[in-house]
């Protein structure tokens, strides 16, 4: 039997893991909450410890750019030499990718079950893919569809934020006196988000107790989430454009999958598409929520089959 690969997904808060045989299948997935404390290199190691037979190779996704054998993730304290780790974790052959760069990769294996549709759009086959969305930061990928697809890295969380409402505008001023520059992740992250509702309520509360409540209908809650999913579809109009994301735009990451339920509902979309003279070309992009668990570990294990060929 072939040997699987191991694949990664390595964010802030959290670390998964699985196992990727060589016909994409991911097996042995594994979720753990990753301490401000903790080496992600103790995980990996114990995941090809246990697998039988031990992967010689690995696809790792991180929060955070790469741009060379020194990786730093962006909002986790760690930061390792490729050449090193590899050799540490005893494989023959790895490749280190930005979350969303894995994420991107998996837009073209998601099923029906993996998305929810936001009306409007139809679908585009030869446009560009869009990935982004906000978990522990705010990660942006495109894929450019080819017979061996193309995914564009990008750190657009940290573009500066700017107000298109009075009341966002008030949001901004507050935040710019508490943080200095203001950048997308800020607010449109699970921090950002906690953020936003004590600026608008005075409310100290964790991203998923908004979220939650918010599900419920709670109304300052909602407020919030409303001010937050609208900023979110300008946000991702602006990508749109700037991708020129014709094939759909995915938003990813897990606040997206929190409110997913609230997206269609919301001004998410008069937000994405209200970007004039292109109201009309935004309004025919379709708009997906990405609620399957782990995109990034699918993505991952594209890549991985590459690196095994």
């Known amino acids: 039997m072939a040997k699987p690969a191991l694949v990664a997904d390595i964010g802030a808060s959290t670390i998964r893991v699985a196992l990727a045989r060589a016909n994409g299948a991911l097996v042995s997935m594994r979720s753990f909450p990753l301490r401000s404390d903790e080496n992600p290199e103790t995980r990996l190691a114990a995941a090809l410890l246990a697998a039988k037979p031990r992967p010689d190779a690995a696809v790792l996704a991180v929060a955070g750019p790469v741009d060379g054998d020194q990786v730093t993730m962006t909002n986790f304290n760690w930061s390792f030499s490729q050449k090193t780790l590899m050799r540490s974790l005893k494989l023959k052959r790895m490749a280190v990718v930005n979350d969303f760069v ?130 979110f579809g300008r946000i991702a109009g602006d990508l749109a454009l700037t991708f020129d994301a014709r094939g759909g735009v995915y938003l990813a990451g897990g606040v997206s999958r929190a409110l997913a339920p609230l997206v269609a509902s919301s001004g998410f979309r008069e937000a994405f598409e209200n970007h004039p003279p292109y109201a009309t070309r935004l309004a025919a992009i379709p708009l997906y929520v990405v609620v399957h668990p782990a995109p990034g570990l699918t993505g991952a294990a594209v890549l991985a089959r590459r690196l095994m060929r």
């Not at 869009?130 to 657009?156: H, N, T």
């Not at 979220?211 to 909602?222: S, W, Y």
């Open 102 to 231: 894995a994420v991107a990769h998996a837009l073209p294996a998601l099923r029906p079950a993996d998305l929810v549709s936001i009306p409007g759009g139809h679908k585009n086959a030869k446009g560009n893919l869009l990935a982004c969305g906000p978990g522990s930061g705010f990660g942006v990928s495109a894929l450019i569809p080819a017979r061996r697809p193309i995914a564009i890295a990008s750190e657009a969380g940290h573009m500066r934020l700017g107000a298109a409402t009075a009341d966002a505008a008030r949001v901004v001023a507050h935040l710019v006196r508490e943080m200095g520059t203001v950048v997308t992740e800020h607010v449109l992250s699970g921090p950002g988000l906690a953020r936003l509702h004590r600026i608008l309520t005075d409310r100290h509360e964790s991203a998923e107790e908004i979220a939650a409540a918010a599900r419920k209908g709670h109304a300052e809650a909602k407020a919030t989430v409303d001010m937050f999913l609208r900023w």
